[in-house]
């Protein structure tokens, strides 16, 4: 190797290990948090379907107690209080969304007639950072922006069979005003995605 391609070599060396501790999640190391690219963010929640899964036989439904990782917050310092009122809005947006096409009842009441039971866990629920999305030059960075991201199962509540599931992670939108309060994109995700599971369930 003659010395113009060994001096180009060294030269790259340290853009590659850059590269490398990248790739490798060095400043980024949640599987969930998705690229700075909001196209990139919502492509849709990612949809399994249980092969000849048929809801038209359910007229109920059975909304669970919601659950909430333990690392959903991603370090930051959110109440038990919080997470409580998290779960209830959750809960409360599902029982709203398929209250419109099922009738709402318990798990224990499940069982005189085909009931779907809906499963939901909060995988991600990381806060805005109001302050830091005042200013255009920080909404570019995207640094107080929040996200969050859910699993939701259907299943039939009398074998426990998995009908169908989705996953989704959602961060907050540039233009949108969710990203002016602490809680806002988590809490539109819980409309959105409580909405999409109704859909699922056709």
Known sequence: MNRRLLSLALLALPFATLAACRGGGAFNDDPYRQGMVEA??????????????????YASVAIEPVAIDADATQGDDVSAEQLDKLRAQFSTDLRKAFGERFTVTSSAAAGAAP????????????????????????????????YAAVRVQLCDAATGAELASFTETRSTKRFGLEKLSEWGSVEKSFEVWAKQAVDIAK
Do not use: E, M
């Not at 929640?45 to 899964?53: E, Q």
């Open 40 to 57: 990139a963010i919502d492509d849709g929640p990612k949809i399994v379907r249980a092969d000849g899964a048929d809801f038209s036989k």
């Open 115 to 146: 009931t779907l039971s809906v499963r939901a866990t909060v995988v991600r629920a990381v806060p805005n950072k109001p302050l830091r999305n005042v200013l255009p030059q920080t909404q570019l960075t995207r640094t107080g922006f929040g």
